[in-house]
C-alpha cells in the first residue's frame, strides 16, 4: 500500500471520467429511491454515468421501482437463479460499460456524496484501489454499534493483514479502473467480502482510502440477521480467507495449514494416550489407538481444510488408505533420517534433540508432498 496521496475535500469541479456505479441488492426497494435520488446528484458532476442494480430477484417490487423512475442512465439486471452479493457484484462489474468502475451497498449506509472524491483520489493519485473507508483519518461509524460488531469487524480486518495493510478491507464501498477489474485471474469470491477478493486478484498494490460516514441501513432489515445467518457469513469468510492465502502463497499456505493441523493431530495423540493410560490400557495397545487417533484427526482436517478441493477428486474411502499409507512411509523417512544424523553428526549424540527434529521435519516434508500430490490431489 502505498503512502496516502492527500487531496483534500470534494471541489465543485466536474471530472472528466465515466463512471459506472454497481449496485447489488435483494429486498431494497425501500431504500433504491432515495438511493437513486442522492446518485442523481452526484451523477451532474462526471462526463458520463451509469448505474446498474443487480437484483437477485427479490420480487419486492424492485422492477416496477426502476421501470417507474424511467431514467435511462439506471440499467437493472435481475438474476434469476444466483444468490449471493459478491457474485451480483461481479455480474455487475462485467456488464458496466465505463472506464471507472463504483461499487456500494443500496442500504445507503454508504454516502453517495463520496464517490466523487473516490474517483478523483483514483485518477489524480494514479491507484489501483480506492476505499470508502471507516477506519482511515476522518472516518466516522454511527453510534449504536454494540462490542461483538466492534469485535467482528476488528478480528476480520486483522484476518485480511496477510493481503493488505489498508485500514478498512472489509469495506463494500470502493472503486477500481475497469482495466484494472479485467486483469483478475480466477474470481471465486464467497459472502460479502468482494473488495479483499479484487484488491488480492487484481494485484492491486498502491490502495488508497477516503474517509466516510458510515450510519446504519436506512430502511429494511439486514440479509446477515440473526444468528444462523451470523455464523454462516463468519465461515463463509474463513473459506474466502483460505481460497485468498492458497492463491497468493500457493505451497507454502498448504504447507503452514498441514503444519498446523499435524500439531493439533499431535496433541490428540497425547491426549488419547494419556487418557487410556489412566484407565490402565495395556501400554503398547494404547500407543497404537492413540498413534491412529491423532492420524485420523489429520486425514479429516487435511480432506476439509487444507486439501478441501481435493473432495471433488477421488473418493473418501481411497484418500484415507492413501495417507495411511503416506504416514507411514513418512515414518519411516522420520526413522532414517533420524538414525543417519545420529551416526553421521557428532554433535548429536550431545543433543539428540536435532536428531530428532531433522527426522520429525524430514518425515512431515515428505508426508506433505504425498499428500498434496498423491493422496489429495484433485481432477485439475
Not at 33 to 42: F, M, Q, Y
Not at 275 to 295: C, N, P, Q, T, W
Not at 315 to 332: D, H, K, M, N, R
Request: glycine fraction near 8%.
Amino acid at each position: 500500500m502505498h503512502r496516502p496521496c492527500i487531496l483534500g475535500f470534494p471541489d465543485h469541479h466536474q471530472l472528466d471520467a465515466r463512471i459506472s456505479v454497481v449496485v447489488p441488492t435483494y429486498k431494497e426497494v425501500l431504500n433504491l429511491s432515495p438511493l437513486i435520488g442522492r446518485l442523481e446528484l452526484v451523477k451532474g458532476r462526471f462526463a458520463e454515468f451509469e448505474v446498474i442494480v443487480v437484483d437477485d430477484n427479490s420480487a419486492d417490487g424492485t422492477i416496477e421501482l426502476i421501470e417507474t423512475l424511467r431514467k435511462d442512465w439506471v440499467k437493472l439486471l435481475v438474476r434469476e437463479n444466483e444468490r449471493g452479493l459478491s457474485t451480483a457484484v461481479i455480474k455487475g462489474l462485467n456488464a458496466a460499460k465505463n472506464e471507472i468502475l463504483v461499487v456500494m451497498d443500496a442500504d445507503l449506509s454508504h454516502p453517495p456524496e463520496t464517490i466523487f472524491q473516490m474517483v478523483k483520489q483514483l485518477i489524480h493519485c494514479e491507484a489501483d484501489f480506492v476505499i470508502g473507508s471507516r477506519y482511515t483519518e476522518g472516518g466516522k461509524i454511527q453510534e449504536g454499534w454494540g462490542l461483538f460488531r466492534w469485535l467482528n469487524s476488528f478480528v476480520s480486518t486483522t484476518l485480511a493483514r496477510p493481503f493488505t495493510s489498508a485500514k478498512d478491507p472489509m469495506s463494500g464501498f470502493f472503486c477500481i479502473r475497469a482495466e484494472k477489474f479485467r486483469q483478475a485471474k480466477s474470481l471465486n469470491p464467497i459472502g460479502y467480502k468482494i473488495g479483499l477478493e479484487l484488491i488480492v486478484k487484481c494485484g492491486c498494490r498502491n490502495i488508497q482510502e477516503v474517509p466516510i460516514f458510515f450510519s446504519d441501513r436506512h430502511l429494511g432489515q439486514s440479509k446477515i440477521a440473526g444468528k444462523v445467518a451470523h455464523l454462516r457469513e463468519v465461515r463463509n469468510y474463513l473459506k474466502h480467507i483460505k481460497r485468498l492465502a492458497d492463491f497468493k502463497y500457493g505451497l507454502f499456505s498448504y504447507a503452514a495449514q498441514f503444519g498446523f493441523i499435524g500439531a493439533i493431530g499431535t496433541l490428540v495423540n497425547i491426549i488419547v494416550l494419556s487418557v487410556l493410560l489412566k484407565f490402565y490400557l495395556d501400554e503398547r495397545l494404547s500407543i497404537i489407538l492413540a498413534i491412529l487417533a491423532g492420524m485420523n484427526s489429520n486425514f479429516i482436517l487435511n480432506r476439509i481444510i487444507t486439501f478441501s478441493s481435493s473432495q471433488s477428486g477421488r473418493g473418501f474411502v481411497q484418500q484415507y488408505f492413501s495417507f495411511l499409507i503416506s504416514c507411514s512411509i513418512g515414518a519411516c523417512v522420520n526413522f532414517a533420517v533420524t538414525f543417519w544424523i545420529l551416526n553421521k553428526a557428532p554433535i548429536a549424540h550431545e543433543i539428540p534433540a536435532l536428531a530428532v527434529l531433522g527426522g520429525v521435519i524430514s518425515g512431515m516434508a515428505f508426508n506433505f508432498f504425498l499428500s498434496r500430490y498423491w493422496v489429495f490431489r484433485d481432477k485439475k
